[in-house]
């Protein structure tokens, strides 16, 4: 499939604006969800999980397979790593809201022609035809401080061209909600963390107040050689977000 930007989930957004800021009416708005053909062989619609009032968001890359099955992101083994890396960083779960980029799990079948599910990574045009979700998930939530767990999630929140392997570990200020995932957001996210920094004081910073993290995939735990050094690497990350809910 390729980058297609005709497809776009908004159509199928609840047409009320309050409910537009209810998660309760996203997710079930969601489950009839054919903004662009992942619906088509995914098992259904994951959306985001956790309390109206999280004041963390932790965004992934796409359902896998055990998440498809079951509706809920993060119940796999990649969700597990999760849980006890969030324990250990001194993040309460239930200030945690769990959530994807792309809300349908895109995968290929096994040569052999098994039954066995292979992950895919979405695409550019299926990143971009699912933001419409993220983009209502983070108006209804207002957190103080997002996660980007890795690439894909990072590039669905600050456009293609920001790299987790330079900026992993650092806040960064989340630019306007319109330019999410757009070219310039990562560009206007490093100008505004530059002003911040040369303000001699916080009265002077003009920085937007929800901050952003990037950080690796938990998945990323799973195929690391060295899982013990990688895990602990995620854990420092989400001790920096702790910082800012402390």
């Known amino acids: 499939m390729n980058a297609d930007s005709s497809h776009d989930a908004t159509p199928y957004l609840p047409k009320d604006p309050e409910a537009r800021h209810d998660l309760g009416a996203l997710r079930r708005a969601s489950e009839r969800c054919e903004g662009c053909p992942l619906h088509e062989n995914a098992t259904q619609t994951v959306f985001g999980a956790g309390e109206p009032g999280a004041r963390v968001v932790l965004v992934g890359e796409q359902p896998g397979d055990q998440e498809d099955r079951r509706g809920a992101p993060f119940v796999g083994p990649a969700g597990r790593i999760l849980d006890r890396a969030l324990a250990e960083a001194g993040i309460d779960r239930h200030d945690a809201y769990v959530t994807n980029a792309v809300k349908h799990f895109k995968f290929k079948h096994t040569e052999s022609g098994g039954k066995r599910r292979i992950h895919e990574t979405p695409n550019a045009g299926e990143m971009r035809a699912c933001r419409p979700w993220l983009l209502a998930e983070l108006r209804a939530l207002d957190p103080e401080v997002v996660v980007a767990l890795g690439a894909v999630a990072a590039k669905a929140l600050l456009?293609?061209?920001?790299?987790?392997?330079?900026?992993?570990?650092?806040?960064?200020?989340?630019?306007?909600?319109?330019?999410?995932?757009?070219?310039?957001?990562?560009?206007?996210a490093a100008e505004t963390a530059a002003r911040e920094r040369r303000a001699r004081s916080p009265e002077e910073a003009t920085g937007a107040e929800i901050r952003l993290l990037a950080t690796i995939h938990p998945s990323a735990?799973?195929?690391?050689?060295?899982?013990d050094a990688v895990y602990a690497g995620l854990v420092d990350d989400l001790r920096v977000a702790a910082e800012v809910l402390a």
Do not use: H, N
């Open 221 to 227: 735990v799973l195929r690391a050689d060295d899982r």
């Open 159 to 188: 456009g293609g061209s920001f790299r987790v392997t330079r900026q992993r570990g650092e806040l960064l200020p989340l630019p306007d909600l319109d330019l999410i995932g757009r070219p310039k957001a990562a560009k206007v």
